[in-house]
């Protein structure tokens, strides 16, 4: 009997460069074995980089919501499971849950994804492609949509760096993940030394690109632990993403 493949299923080991000064995954490590998931699960149906790309289409994520109840230390194996939820206007909605050694639930991840037409830099309706993986439509990891976050106002610029040749990706564009790493490296050390970010939301708004130079806005809201962030062009104000960040004490 063939295996049902309708829940894509991945073990990571967590090795000693992918841990922070407490010796747990750093979140953009996460979010690297969650990338790779669906790559391998899209790839899988014949519908991933290879197949798009012969078309001049791409993948992009759109909207990426996290919640972790604990982060796995070093040496931990995780179980990443993934799977196709449904479309939602133009978005192609995934879903991911994050499982420890013990296979207890300890992460759930809600994702949205373009499909983009390279030569006309435009998205596509994503119906035509749905006959190539199933559905679970009724399986969802986070109960809401993945959050819109909204306008950034009376924020204060924290930092201004240049996109440097390790941010770009196969697409020649910055990676998601390294927008979520210049987010948590935005923190104080003594402020974070002690906490762990329980909730990340992340809009990815414009593709940032090599020498374009990249200011932070920073907000804090809803009490000592919650944030926003605006990362932007420090020549133009075009904003590249936001994200909005819930840390809580270890």
């Not at 074995?33 to 197949?51: I, K, P, R």
């Not at 948590?184 to 708004?205: E, G």
Request: aromatic letters at 12%.
């Amino acid at each position: 009997m063939e295996k049902d493949l309708s829940i894509w299923e991945e073990k990571y080991k967590i090795h000693s460069y992918e841990v922070d000064f407490n010796g747990h995954a750093t979140l953009p490590v996460i979010c690297h074995f969650l990338q790779e998931s669906a790559w391998n699960h899209a790839q899988y149906f014949d519908f991933g980089y290879d197949f798009l790309m012969k078309n001049n289409q791409i993948w992009v994520l759109s909207r990426l919501s996290i919640e972790i109840d604990s982060y796995p230390k070093w040496n931990d194996t995780i179980t990443i499971q993934t799977w196709a939820r449904g479309v939602d206007k133009l978005f192609a909605l995934r879903d991911y849950k994050l499982l420890n050694g013990a296979g207890k639930e300890t992460g759930r991840i809600g994702s949205a994804w373009l499909i983009i037409d390279l030569v006309k830099r435009r998205p596509l309706r994503i119906e035509p492609y749905l006959d190539k993986m199933p559905l679970l439509s009724d399986r969802h990891a986070l109960p809401e949509m993945t959050e819109r976050i909204g306008t950034i106002d009376n924020g204060v610029a924290a930092q201004k760096f240049s996109v440097r040749l390790s941010d770009l990706d196969v697409y020649h564009h910055v990676n998601n993940t390294r927008y979520i790493q210049w987010v948590t490296d935005n923190y104080d050390y003594d402020f974070v030394k002690n906490k762990y970010i329980s909730r990340f939301d992340i809009n990815f708004l414009q593709e940032a690109q090599i020498h374009d130079e990249v200011e932070i806005i920073t907000k804090n809201i809803e009490g000592e632990g919650t944030f926003e962030h605006s990362l932007r062009s420090a020549g133009t104000g075009k904003e590249f993403s936001r994200a909005k960040v819930l840390w809580e004490n270890l």
